[in-house]
């Protein structure tokens, strides 16, 4: 039986939310004599059981933010149930998947690297526990360079499997779905949180007096919300650009992808970036992407043939590069066909689903002992 703890999943937006939900479709698939459990620390009950239905093999458990109860239901699941392995949706479930183990010493657990909160040496019981996983799953190369150089987990250890995108068609057409405004229109996507300030929002506002210059009718959509978004507001006041700067929040998915839809340019030169799931949500509209040479972004944008890639924080370098965009719409449609077909080569669910699957067979217990730890097929840290 496997056994995943994860923190949000089906109640929001977003890489890891979707990360997550790419999981619990392959292990609602991954053929096991007993019913795979997934425990939801953040999620809602109502958004658990909406979801139950399409994923029939698995035993999911919502725990609304109470995570004591999360934890109790891991540890009584561990001591009751025939546990072989637990999958740790975050850094830092690494300490009570270390209790898990004690309870049943022959299971094996692995751990999800997804971003920042590996780039920095982490508090010493969390980093002592994440060593003592027997394999980790990365996100991004960077992402699990990192974790090697950073917190010193095993190299070898360390699977790569990037993030897929879960809209496996293009919706129809959804442009009349929001009113936008007129004109060339930029467009970023993601949390405004205080927790998360690298993100390039507050860079693109700033570089909007440069773009205007050359192209007059410039528009900045941003969608997102979170803790950050008065001080964008105020700095689009400041600015004095607050007239082309269009926050609209949280959105469903159908004004979402209008939006996608009806951009011209989307940017986000972001340093925080373990993937960039938006990237992948851009490139199916076939939309040229401007993000920063920073992170796992360049893993997922290729620098002169799917986007540009730029130095975070140097406004008159992204200027520049969006209003080449801008100004040359040929350009734009070259690399968003390019974005689109990079996309369905090498982003898909069926290739999350396969790289998954073989890392899961490889780790169960059972299998683990047969398979040297050398195999160069393992790493995406070297």
Same mark, same amino acid.
């Given at each position: 039986?496997?056994?995943?703890?994860?923190? =949000?999943?089906?109640?929001?937006?977003?890489?890891?939310?979707?990360? =997550?939900?790419?999981?619990?479709?392959?292990?609602?698939?991954?053929?096991?004599?007993?019913?795979?459990?997934?425990?939801?620390?953040?999620?809602?009950?109502?958004?658990?059981?909406?979801?139950?239905?399409?994923?029939?093999?698995?035993?999911?458990?919502?725990?609304?933010?109470?995570?004591?109860?999360?934890?109790?239901?891991?540890?009584?699941?561990?001591?009751?149930?025939?546990?072989?392995?637990? /999958?740790?949706?975050?850094?830092? !479930?690494?300490?009570?998947?270390?209790?898990?183990?004690?309870?049943?010493?022959?299971?094996?657990?692995?751990?999800?690297?997804?971003?920042?909160?590996?780039?920095?040496?982490?508090?010493?019981?969390?980093?002592?526990?994440?060593?003592?996983?027997?394999?980790?799953?990365?996100?991004?190369?960077?992402?699990?360079?990192?974790?090697?150089?950073?917190?010193?987990? *095993?190299?070898?250890?360390?699977?790569?499997?990037?993030?897929?995108?879960?809209?496996?068609?293009?919706?129809?057409?959804?442009?009349?779905?929001?009113?936008?405004?007129?004109?060339?229109?930029?467009?970023?996507?993601?949390? /405004?949180?205080?927790?998360?300030? *690298?993100?390039?929002?507050?860079?693109?506002?700033?570089?909007?007096?440069?773009?205007?210059?050359?192209?007059?009718?410039?528009?900045?959509?941003?969608?997102?919300?979170?803790?950050?978004?008065?001080?964008?507001?105020?700095?689009?006041?400041?600015?004095?650009?607050?007239?082309?700067?269009?926050?609209?929040?949280?959105?469903?998915?159908?004004?979402?992808?209008?939006? !996608?839809?009806?951009?011209?340019?989307?940017?986000?030169?972001?340093?925080?970036?373990?993937?960039?799931?938006?990237?992948?949500?851009?490139?199916? !509209?076939?939309?040229?992407?401007?993000?920063?040479?920073?992170?796992?972004?360049?893993?997922?944008?290729?620098?002169?043939?799917?986007?540009?890639?730029?130095? !975070?924080?140097?406004?008159?370098?992204?200027?520049?590069?969006?209003?080449?965009?801008? /100004?040359?719409?040929?350009?734009?449609? *070259?690399?968003?066909?390019?974005?689109?077909?990079?996309?369905?080569?090498?982003?898909?669910?069926?290739?999350?689903?396969?790289?998954?699957?073989?890392?899961?067979?490889?780790?169960?217990?059972?299998?683990?002992?047969?398979?040297?730890?050398?195999?160069?097929?393992?790493?995406?840290?070297?």
């Amino acid at each position: 039986m496997i056994l995943t703890l994860q923190t =949000n999943t089906f109640g929001c937006h977003g890489g890891i939310p979707s990360y =997550n939900r790419l999981v619990c479709r392959v292990l609602n698939d991954f053929s096991s004599h007993d019913r795979n459990c997934v425990l939801i620390a953040m999620d809602s009950s109502q958004e658990v059981e909406n979801a139950a239905s399409s994923h029939p093999q698995l035993r999911l458990a919502a725990f609304d933010g109470r995570r004591l109860s999360f934890a109790r239901t891991a540890l009584s699941i561990g001591a009751r149930e025939p546990v072989e392995l637990v /999958l740790a949706g975050h850094v830092n !479930y690494a300490p009570l998947c270390v209790l898990l183990k004690r309870l049943r010493p022959g299971m094996r657990f692995g751990v999800f690297l997804y971003g920042c909160e590996v780039w920095e040496k982490m508090p010493l019981i969390r980093r002592r526990a994440l060593q003592q996983a027997d394999f980790f799953i990365s996100i991004s190369g960077y992402t699990g360079q990192q974790a090697v150089e950073v917190n010193k987990v *095993r190299p070898e250890r360390v699977f790569l499997l990037p993030n897929a995108l879960e809209w496996e068609t293009e919706s129809k057409d959804s442009s009349d779905a929001y009113e936008l405004p007129r004109g060339m229109k930029l467009l970023s996507v993601g949390r /405004l949180d205080t927790t998360e300030r *690298r993100k390039g929002f507050d860079t693109i506002i700033e570089s909007l007096p440069l773009i205007a210059q050359r192209v007059p009718d410039v528009q900045y959509i941003v969608i997102g919300s979170g803790t950050d978004l008065e001080r964008h507001k105020q700095l689009a006041q400041t600015t004095g650009v607050s007239d082309r700067v269009h926050f609209l929040g949280s959105v469903d998915e159908t004004v979402l992808r209008a939006c !996608y839809q009806a951009c011209d340019v989307f940017v986000m030169p972001s340093a925080q970036e373990g993937f960039g799931f938006v990237y992948l949500e851009a490139m199916q !509209y076939k939309k040229p992407i401007v993000a920063a040479n920073s992170g796992g972004a360049p893993e997922v944008v290729q620098d002169g043939v799917t986007g540009k890639l730029v130095a !975070y924080g140097n406004r008159e370098r992204i200027a520049e590069t969006i209003v080449d965009l801008c /100004l040359d719409e040929d350009l734009r449609r *070259r690399l968003g066909e390019a974005g689109y077909r990079r996309l369905h080569e090498r982003f898909t669910f069926s290739q999350f689903q396969h790289k998954l699957t073989e890392i899961l067979l490889r780790e169960s217990p059972a299998k683990a002992c047969e398979v040297p730890h050398t195999d160069e097929s393992a790493s995406c840290a070297s």
